[in-house]
């Protein structure tokens, strides 16, 4: 894909301002150095990847979703290479650069631990026969202002959920990804407080908004989008959809998630998608539509949790947003 001078703009927008230009510099060489050495280690199957087409990931049928909204989603090429997954660097184009023949997705298993009945690890291949897919069309919207709409593969979080039982002590849930150096040249990035950690309350992880994705465009997801599954909380941040899940933990008190670690003042617990609450370095009030065929992506109106207002809202009265960002 073009690296289109728009794009360019807004890339490393959740890190600017909290680091030195010379830190991020030196941060990247130690990636690409990393990634070298990977390299160096197996030819042919540590060798960076060159984007691939839809048609080269398995198929994954889904049933179209009650929750989609209407509207055309950016094409493949562009939700599969223009990514943030800071485990694989830090440009939009390191993830589906590095990810590809390095996150090795099977075998896969998911912790579930913590206040439930039922703990338990499932296997990757078990979860995607938990619940019927459904293909949610949503749109994607990263703090940094941009979005884009894609379709997702998935089902609701709350079919897990309910399967193991969570007991009434239970308030939230945390879900960690993959941390594996070996695999993982962005580890090497110390700014960053590692484990990539996220967390929702227990209500939102049970709204049915709250999609368990494992693919995408009819498709198992490509590893750079968070293969071989992540979370589609489609009301809130980006940084709050989580990739490559391994663990999900309930618990009772708030957990601290990376960015709340990293950035407390930046990046809230809640991160509900909101107009009126900038963030502290740019305004929310509108965001830059990517995927268009305009030479410079047209801007939109930020809406209200995403657009979801009417079906989010009520978990939220009473609560003052600008306080519980
Ligand atoms: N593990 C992990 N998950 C992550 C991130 C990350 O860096 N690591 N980035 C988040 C951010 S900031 C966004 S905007 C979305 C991007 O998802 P996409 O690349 O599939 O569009 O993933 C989120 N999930
Ligand atoms: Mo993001």
Known sequence: MARSDAKRLIRGDHLSGQITPESVAHSRRAIVLAGAALAAAGPGLLQASTPKPASAYAPL????????ILERPVPFEEAST???????????????????GRLKIAPWKVTVEGLVARPREFDIDE??????????I?????VEGWSMVI?????????LIRRVQPLGSAKFIEFTTLADPKQMPGLSYRALRWPYREGLRMDEAQHPLSLLAFGMYGVMLPEQNGA????????????????SIVKIRFVEAQPPTLWTLTAP?????????????????????????LGTDALFAPRRKTELFNGYADLVAPMYAGMDLKTFY
């Open 61 to 68: 049928a889904a049933k179209p979703s009650r929750y989609s």
């Open 82 to 100: 223009y990514n943030n997954f800071y485990e694989f660097g830090l440009e939009k184009e390191d993830p589906a650069y590095w990810a590809p």
């Open 127 to 136: 979860l995607r026969k938990l619940a019927p897919m459904e293909e949610r």
């Open 138 to 142: 949503t749109r994607l919207r990263c």
């Open 151 to 159: 379709p997702w593969v998935g089902y609701s979080l709350s079919e």
């Open 228 to 243: 071989p599954l992540r979370l589609m909380v489609p009301w809130k941040y980006g940084f709050k959809s989580s990739k």
């Open 265 to 289: 003042k930046e990046y809230g617990f809640y991160a509900n998608v909101n107009p009126e609450v900038a963030h502290p370095r740019w305004s929310q009030a509108t965001e830059r539509v």
